[in-house]
């Protein structure tokens, strides 16, 4: 079994899954959990998800891929999001999200081959005012265009890599 999965980490997580249990709709909360546990929910955890909650694995699979911040992969070092909200969309999102994919060489949802950066979409993050908006790892990048966008990864590619 790999780190991420490792026993303790999926211990914790049935922890978790009996507190939600007791609540109504425990299904997002123990997305919620199993994202922030594991840093992705790949089928294997799906699979118990779906025994715990009675949910069927085509459901929360579902769930999992609609929401930008769920992962069914592991997430790379740095996270950039770009917000498809309307107001960003119409002011030109699109655009700055196929610059990213064209930058990175990645689709969304997809993590660089050197797991340094993940490329997301999100929903309205509350800073219309500034549309279009991206985020590298929450922080917030407003009025953004194509060179703002390449400047960034540029940025992000020098940076030290982390060593563990
Ligand atoms: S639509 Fe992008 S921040 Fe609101």
Redesign the pocket.
């Known amino acids: 079994m790999n780190d991420h999965l490792c026993q303790e980490k999926i211990n914790l997580f049935y922890a978790r899954m009996a507190e939600n249990k007791q609540k109504p709709g425990p299904l997002m909360p123990t997305l919620h959990d199993a994202q922030t546990i594991f840093g992705y929910i790949p089928l294997s955890i799906q699979k118990i998800i779906s025994e715990e909650l009675g949910e069927s694995i085509a459901k929360i699979n579902g769930v999992v891929t609609f929401y930008g911040n769920f992962s069914v992969t592991p997430k790379g070092e740095h996270t950039v999001a770009v ?1 498809l ?5 119409v002011r030109g ?1 699109k655009n700055l999200m196929e610059t990213l994919e064209n930058e990175l060489k990645i689709k969304e949802k997809e993590t660089t081959p050197d797991g340094e950066i993940t490329l997301v979409s999100t929903r ?5 005012g ?4 991206f985020s590298v790892d929450g922080a917030i990048h407003g009025n953004a265009n194509v060179s703002k966008v390449k400047e960034t990864i540029k940025e992000l590619k020098e940076l030290p890599h982390e060593t563990n």
Do not use: E, N
């Not at 909200?85 to 969309?89: E, K, L, N, P």
């Open positions: 917000c909200g309307t107001a960003c969309y999102s309205c993050i509350g800073a219309c500034l549309a279009p908006v």
